[in-house]
């Protein structure tokens, strides 16, 4: 009998170890990615899926949205008082911002009302995902990527490292959440956002503000008055807990950094967020997106995350996955008294030629405090929707092709350069194909004058036609087959004699 109870327990404890190292095994098996750039390197490879999405909607919305003044940088500006200051710390004018002038005139002296004093009044009593989710699928959105936390500190989801947070203030519900839980109901890819980064030194500190009170410190972060204080340890540290609190509880399919994380304070933390990240996605059994715009240097090596531009395309193809990110509003990203938006035409025009260089756009809505997207950004989504309803063949699941196009519309390239660009002309096109290559679309991004249009890059003479041959041709919006003739010089394709609709016009080219 004692033997048996030996056995018993000899059997037990082995069985035990066993356990023990398969459940370790298993652990290891995730922990693909280390924290450094050689390991990262190694191991990583762009999600296929992204490239596949094309079109996706950013959403800007806080505390900011309750004065709707000036900008999403209000709780930043309405405490310069003498001077304005850039995100670099540079002298940008001396004087008063405006957003300080409207804030003492319309909510009074900064250390009574300050920005904090905005976090009740943001009520959010409108806010329906249902709606907004609905609204970015008709607009032909594959991927919502809402904002987390921006600058300002306030966090818009259940936070666990910050009581200044959407659950516990102001609206008193979970947005980034529900809009998650809503858009995987629908079929839409969901990411998140952060901006906490430049928390750090986004306040301007002095006495007769309410943002040097010890009380609010972790709002408006704990730096001193001295603007150009070091990032502290502190700080990176609240960062990085921050960042996986957001990461482990809602799992973004998509994770998109603005600047300042691509600054030299924190250096040390891009590796081990992009490993941590990684691996993360590993163990959720899923491809996921790290996005950064390596703007004050590169931030993150060539080839290790998605490449990220601000209000700004690039001037060619760029054989790895990149995106756009810009304001449907041209003067703001946050809902604002005063938004003007862009066309319809130009976003569309946009998308299209960012497509064409292997890109994706990140379009940005506004939502008003209340929770209501206002009807003329709507009107924008849905038009746009409307157009990739029946030109989306064009548009997403393709690959660029042997160049982006043609026409005489130079692109600027870089951040901020969208303002430099001119209108495209009806002489512009851009190009598309399908991924088993048997269709080629030539987007037309204006209709031209003459009646009909010689793609140039399809001439016989071209390099670009080599191995090509037009077996026929047809209008994407409508069906109808369209006549045409190959030349030395380009294809001449006959167009019907009233344009298909109001916007970019698709030539699909059956090869």
């Known amino acids: 009998m004692f033997k048996k109870i030996i056995l018993a327990l000899v059997a037990g404890a082995f069985l035990l170890v066993a356990c023990k190292g398969s459940v370790q095994k298993k652990e290891e098996a995730k922990t693909v990615f280390e924290p450094n750039w050689e390991s990262i390197k ?3 490879k762009d999600p296929a899926w992204f ?5 996706g909607i950013f959403i800007h919305w806080g505390a900011y949205a309750v004065p709707a003044f000036s900008s999403e940088w209000y709780p930043r500006n309405m405490y310069m008082d003498t001077a304005t200051f850039t995100a670099q710390l540079k002298h940008q004018k001396t004087g008063p911002h405006p957003a300080y002038t409207h804030h003492v005139k319309t909510y009074g002296d900064p250390k009574e009302f300050g920005y904090k004093d905005f976090i009740p009044m943001f009520k959010a009593e409108k806010f329906n995902p249902q709606e907004w989710i609905t609204l970015f699928k008709q607009a032909g959105a594959k991927y919502v990527v809402p904002v987390a936390d921006h600058h300002d500190g306030f966090a818009m989801y259940k936070s666990n490292t910050t009581r200044w947070n959407s659950v516990d203030m102001g609206p008193k519900r979970d947005v980034l959440g529900e809009l998650m839980t809503e858009g995987r109901k629908q079929g839409l890819i969901m990411g998140a956002s952060s901006h906490f980064a430049f928390n ?37 540290e609240r960062w990085w807990a921050r960042t996986k609190d957001l990461i482990d509880n809602y799992q973004p399919d998509i994770l998109w950094f603005d600047f300042m994380l691509d600054t030299p304070d924190f250096r ?19 491809e996921v997106v790290l996005q950064d715009k390596n703007f004050y240097e590169q931030a993150f090596p060539e080839g290790t995350v998605v490449y990220d531009l601000e209000r700004g395309k690039l001037a060619d193809i760029r054989k790895l ?17 005063n938004w003007k938006s862009k066309t319809t035409n130009d976003l569309l025009d946009n998308l299209i030629d960012i497509v064409s260089k292997n890109g994706n756009l990140l379009l940005n809505v506004g939502p008003k405090a209340d929770g209501t997207i206002p009807d003329d950004q709507a009107k924008i989504l849905l038009q746009m929707g409307d157009w990739l309803s029946v030109n989306g063949d064009a548009i997403y699941n393709t690959k660029y092709w ?19 660009n001119k209108d495209f002309t009806g002489q512009d096109i851009r190009f598309t194909q399908s991924e088993d290559g048997t269709k080629l679309y030539a987007i037309l991004m204006e209709w031209p004058t003459t009646g009909s249009v010689s793609i140039h890059s399809l001439g016989l003479d071209n390099e670009y036609s080599k191995d090509i041959t037009v077996k026929s041709i047809k209008m994407l919006s409508t069906g109808n087959t369209l006549q045409w003739k190959q030349k030395s010089d380009g294809l001449e394709v006959e167009l019907p004699s009233e344009k298909p609709g109001a916007y970019a016009y698709v030539l699909e080219l059956n090869l």
């Open 200 to 236: 750090w030194s986004f306040f301007n500190k002095k006495d007769h503000f309410d943002t040097t009170d010890p009380e609010y410190a972790d709002l408006y972060s704990s730096k001193g008055k001295d603007l150009r204080e070091p990032v502290s340890e502190a700080f990176k």
């Open 51 to 55: 490239n596949k999405q094309k079109f």
């Open 321 to 337: 996955p990149w995106q756009t990110d810009t304001s449907i509003g041209k003067n703001s990203w946050s809902h604002v008294s």
């Open 42 to 44: 190694k191991n990583y």
């Open 402 to 420: 042997r160049t982006f196009g043609e026409g005489p519309t130079e692109v600027k390239k870089g951040h901020h350069s969208e303002g430099k």
């Open 268 to 286: 040390e933390y891009r590796p081990k967020l992009a490993a941590y990240y990684y691996n993360k996605g590993i163990e959720w059994g899923k």
